[in-house]
Every structure is written in structure tokens, then in C-alpha cells.
């Protein structure tokens, strides 16, 4: 039975304007910059998502900007009410990806609308594509920012993974962009391919449906092409590449086909990234040659601007590592009450609630999260009861400021795996990606007495005020005189 | 015509080799759909801004554009990626080989 869900991004943009998360924007605005300062504004304003229907140098080309950047357009693409409190959103979506997984069917050319134009040989060119300029000082025109790549294991063809590779034009058949050796593509790649000389084949993919942007997007431990199957309740439907054996979703706006090329580099980056900064600095990265290119017809380029919080990037990576792991803390018996990961942190903080059952519970938390494959993403774990709102920012900020004694509270687990993206990173780390965590234990300790332990005085707590002075405040709210 | 190209350089500005060949990326200025277009080149550069036929406009690592502009002279264009792996803080300097 399949969950409600927008087949193209096309359906999701209609939905979109109809329940007021999108503005369209009918004049003309500059690929240099101009677009991206209004999707980057956007961002930051939590504004309805900008759709853009006349680009200069481009006719015929439309842009589609922070596509999933707010709780409420996540819960549109999930086809939830767009209200729908975030716990309800995660119950749902671990709902979806915990039935059996549903694998993907394969449609004719004929029936996928990804195929209706078609570029090959002399006529590749990836400057009849509209790449924008999406920061001023970006290392080149980001044609990628929010698709995904697919690639597939040369000794087991059928592990084929999608992931968020961001690209870079550097000529009309080249692109450029980073694959870092912890990830699903570059193991694939500098494991497999490389090291015997072989070009990896490859498909970027532009403009998906929203929940293969979702799928891709997540850790997904199993193809996330039948990932995607889940959310949907039934399968994606795919289409081969004209020029290698790679399937695609075949409603996409825009296929790239190519080959990644093992022991050369193109100058890349920087780039404004998803911690807010340009931290990586312009350095040689993987090399994408193109050999075809299909699209729609009227196609839609859809752009993300990472920068400061809050951007797609920001909250779907932290709402999927979020449920990875939570489902890694259940499966080991920790009665946990939540894990959220703040989008404002650039998912580098996350919060797990949990009941204080045994000493060492958050030693155990921190142990458990940092050493899974999640990892490299996030530095810092606070550890917090499970009667705090995980969700309430003033609620995690008053009891790290509180309860987190601040020598025996903070943890330090050094040497670890990190990125080159930490901005606070120093050269040395950044260079190799390596990066210390922090858990901040924000759990009074069980052998304190009782008697001695602090009581937290909030209206809801029953030590406080009993439910019956509850209930008659609740009840009779609005008689005192308020309004909210 | 006096074309305008961008460089980015990793090193201290001041390490940088002037009127010495050198394979480097520079990335084409000139308004409209190929605007950025990346080009492998031997050039010489030079602090000052009119002493050879373009324009060069210089960024740091971290896309920073310094406020003193450039000059460039393209010797060749280098088609391919070089598989020399090529020293992109300040170029390779073409006299070593």
C-alpha cells in the first residue's frame, strides 16, 4: 500500500504552493549570484522555498531553491500534515524503513521523463546547463548541490549506492568535487576502481523526487534505492543510463552519465559548505568526465545553499543520523526517550534522552555512537533525562548550562574520525581528517541522595505543582485572561 | 580586447614567481553561459597590472579576492588534465623539467 508521496519534484513543487511553501518568482534573476542569495536568504529566514521561472542566459531553464530546508516541507515530501510535531515525523519515518524493503522496478525510455532530451558526443556540454554561481568566491559554478550520485561496487555490481557528492563545472565535459575515502562512494572507488586503473562509472542526478533525495541523503545501510521504496510504500521507478549499466530515478529533471577518473585531481573548492564556512580549501579532488547528458523538457535545477543554519543539507542529514542512531541505541537495550540531532548545529551536536537507569549510561551512549560508521558527521553528544524536551532548545540549553558539571560532566574522546570540514579543526586534523568528540553528561549521578539531588522547578513537573493545580490552570488558562 | 581570468593561490602572496612560466588553473571572467570556465594553462604573471596583455584577478585559498589586480600572458593552453601532478598554491614552474 503505498504511503502518499510526490512521484516527481514537479508534483512536490505544486504541493508546495498550495499549502503556502513556495514563492514563485517570475522575474528574471542572474545565475551569478542573485539566485543564490535569494535561496541562501531564504535559508536563513525560513522563508517558503523560492521557485525561480526565468534565468538569465538560460531560456527554458527553471531553478527550484532549498527544496527541504524546514521541518514543514520535510513533512509535505513525507505526505504528512505539514504541522506534524518532529517525534511524530521520526515515528513515522522509522516506521517506513523498518517494514521489508521494496525493491526498485525498471521502465522504458519511453516512460521516463528524464530521457526527453538527449546530449551526446560533440554536443555534451555541461554549460548549456544552468550552474549557478551559488556563493560569491565559490571555486566554480555548482551544478550539484542537491541530487545525487550513483555508483556501483566493480566486485558486486549489485551494491549500488546514491549520495550527495556536490560537483563542480570546471569545462564543458568536466567536473570536479570531493569523495572522501569514509564514504559509500569513495570506498567503492579508491578501494576498487583505482587501485587497478579503472574509471568508475557514474550518474548524477538532478531534481529527484523528494524521498530519493531523502533515501540519498541518509545513511542508509542497505540500497537506498529500495530505501526509497520504503518511504513510498512502493517501489521507484528507474531507468537505465544510455551510456553504462547505472539505473536512475526516471523522473528526474537531469541525468549527467560519465566515468570518475582514478590518479588526477582538478583544483576544487572552496565552497560555502553545510557548517556555515568556507573551511576546505581549494585543493585537487575527484575528477568527473561527462559523456551524456538527458533531461526534461522545461527542465528545473534544484539548488541548495549551505551556509549558516538553517539549509536542507542541516536538517535531513540530522533527522536521518538522528534515526540511525536511534535505531543503533534500541537495538542495544538503552532506554532511551529520543534522539534529536540539532539542525543548528550543522548536525554536529546531537541530544539523547534518556532514563537515568545505571551509572555510566552516557559513557555507554557516547561509546556506542561514536564508534558506529556515523561517526565522522558530529563531534559532540549531550546526554540529558528523559523528562527534558529534546526537542525544546531553552529546555537542552538549561540543562547544559545546569546540570553538566564542568570538569567531571565533559568527556573527551581523542583521536578520533573526523572531517576536513570541521571549521574549528586545525590544519594537522583538517589534512587528514581526524577529529576528538565530546560527550557532555548532563545526567545528575545516581549516587547522590536523594535527599541532596536538585529538584527542577517547571509547572509541569509533579514535585512541584500536583496535577489537579495542573489541570485547574490548564482548564481555566484562558478565563485568567491569556491569550496563547 | 584585454580578457579578465581569476587564479586562486594557497601560498603567501608574496612567495609567489613572477615573469617565470608556470602550468596553473585560471578561470575565465568574461560575461554570459561559459562566465568561470576552468582552463589548464602556461602563463606568466605579474604584479603589475599592464604588464602583460590580460587581466588577472587573484583569490586565496579560502576565496578571498585580494583588492590588487594582475596581469597574465597565456603561453599555452594544456589540453587534458596533466597528469604531472601540478603545485596549485602558486603553479609549477615549468623551468624545473
Same mark, same amino acid.
Given at each position: ?29 542572474d545565475w551569478d549570484m542573485e539566485l543564490g542569495a535569494i535561496v541562501r536568504r531564504a535559508c536563513e529566514k ?19 531553491g532549498a527544496?527541504?530546508s !524546514? ?26 524503513? !523498518? ?8 521502465? +522504458?525510455?519511453?516512460?521516463?521523463? @528524464? ?16 550552474a549557478p554561481m551559488v556563493h560569491g568566491g565559490d571555486g566554480g559554478r555548482y551544478l550539484c548541490t542537491w541530487h ?16 550527495m557528492y556536490r560537483q563542480m563545472v570546471f569545462?564543458?565535459? !568536466?567536473m570536479c568535487g570531493p569523495v572522501l575515502?569514509?564514504s559509500?562512494?569513495g ?8 587501485? $587497478? ?20 541523503c ?22 537505465? @543510463? ?23 585531481g582538478i583544483e576544487e573548492a572552496p565552497f560555502g559548505e553545510y557548517t556555515g564556512y568556507r573551511t576546505s580549501p581549494r585543493a585537487a579532488r575527484t575528477v568527473y568526465?561527462?559523456? @551524456? ?9 534544484t539548488v541548495s545553499n549551505m551556509g549558516i543554519p538553517t539549509d536542507e543539507g542541516q536538517l535531513l542529514r540530522s ?14 537495550? $538503552? ?8 539542525p543548528e548545529s550543522t548536525h554536529h551536536l ?10 555510566? $549510561? ?14 565522522p558527521w558530529f563531534h ?34 581523542? +583521536?578520533?574520525?573526523g572531517t576536513p570540514l570541521y571549521p574549528f579543526a586545525d590544519p594537522a586534523d583538517r589534512k587528514y581528517g581526524k577529529g ?5 553528561? @548532563? ?32 482548564? +481555566? ?8 | 580586447?584585454?580578457?579578465?581570468w581569476d587564479t586562486y593561490i594557497l601560498t603567501k602572496l608574496?612567495?609567489v ?7 596553473r588553473v585560471i578561470r575565465d571572467l ?5 562566465k568561470y570556465r576552468g ?17 588577472l584577478r587573484v583569490r586565496l585559498g579560502r576565496g578571498q579576492l585580494t583588492n590588487k ?18 603545485h596549485m598554491s602558486g ?7
Open positions: 500500500m503505498p504511503f502518499k508521496y510526490y512521484k516527481d519534484n514537479r508534483e512536490f513543487i505544486k504541493a508546495l504552493e498550495k499549502s503556502g511553501d513556495l514563492v514563485t518568482i517570475e522575474q528574471e534573476v525560513n522563508s517558503p522555498a523560492p521557485y525561480f521561472k526565468k534565468i538569465k542566459d538560460y531560456p527554458g531553464w527553471e531553478a527550484f527544496p527541504m !524546514t521541518w514543514r516541507r520535510l513533512n509535505i515530501a513525507m505526505g504528512l500534515d505539514p504541522e506534524t510535531p518532529i517525534n511524530e515525523l521520526q515515528d513515522e519515518y522509522i516506521r517506513r524503513i !523498518t517494514a521489508p524493503t521494496i525493491k526498485p522496478v525498471e521502465v +522504458s525510455r519511453e516512460n521516463a521523463p @528524464c530521457k526527453e532530451n538527449l546530449l551526446t558526443g560533440d554536443d555534451v556540454d555541461l554549460f548549456k546547463l544552468v545525487m550520485v550513483v555508483g556501483a561496487s566493480l566486485k558486486a555490481p549489485d551494491n549500488v549506492n546514491w549520495g569545462d564543458e565535459k !568536466t575515502p569514509f559509500d562512494m570506498k567503492m572507488f579508491y578501494e576498487e576502481y583505482a587501485p $587497478i586503473d579503472k574509471p568508475m562509472p557514474f550518474a548524477t542526478v538532478i531534481g529527484m523526487d523528494p524521498l530519493s533525495g531523502i533515501a540519498a541518509a545513511p542508509a545501510p542497505y540500497s537506498e534505492a529500495e530505501y526509497t521504496g520504503q518511504l513510498m510504500g512502493e517501489p521507484v521507478e528507474l531507468v537505465k @543510463c544510455e551510456t553504462n549499466n547505472l539505473l536512475v530515478p526516471a523522473h528526474a529533471e537531469v541525468i549527467i552519465e560519465g566515468e570518475i577518473i582514478p590518479h588526477v568526465k561527462v559523456t @551524456c547528458i538527458t533531461y526534461r523538457h522545461n527542465p528545473i535545477l533527522f536521518s543520523l538522528a534515526l540511525e542512531m536511534r535505531k543503533l541505541l534500541e537495538s542495544q537495550q $538503552i532506554p532511551i526517550s529520543g534522539v534529536y540531532m540539532l546531537v541530544a539523547v534522552g534518556v532514563r537515568n537507569a545505571y551509572p555510566g $549510561i552516557a559513557h555507554q551512549i557516547g561509546h556506542l555512537v561514536f564508534g558506529s560508521k556515523l561517526a559532540m553528544v549531550m546526554v540529558v533525562d528523559d523528562k527534558t524536551d529534546i526537542y525544546n532548545l531553552n529546555e537542552l540549553m538549561h540543562d547544559f548550562s545546569t546540570k553538566l558539571h564542568p570538569s567531571k560532566g565533559i568527556h573527551i574522546y581523542k +583521536s578520533h574520525v576528538d568528540k565530546v560527550l557532555f553528561d @548532563c545526567l545528575f549521578p545516581l549516587d547522590w541522595p536523594l535527599a541532596e539531588t536538585p529538584i527542577k522547578v517547571g509547572f509541569s513537573n509533579p514535585d512541584i505543582y500536583p496535577l489537579e493545580i495542573q489541570e485547574k490552570v490548564l482548564s +481555566s488558562w484562558k478565563e485568567y485572561g491569556f491569550k496563547d | 580586447m584585454r580578457k579578465e608574496a612567495e614567481e613572477e615573469d617565470v612560466e608556470t602550468l568574461t560575461p554570459g553561459t561559459h582552463k589548464f594553462v602556461k602563463c606568466l604573471i605579474s604584479r603589475d597590472p599592464d604588464k602583460y596583455p590580460d587581466t589586480i594582475w596581469s597574465i600572458k597565456i603561453t599555452a593552453e594544456v589540453e587534458g588534465i596533466p597528469t604531472k601532478p601540478y603553479g609549477i614552474s615549468l623551468k624545473e623539467d
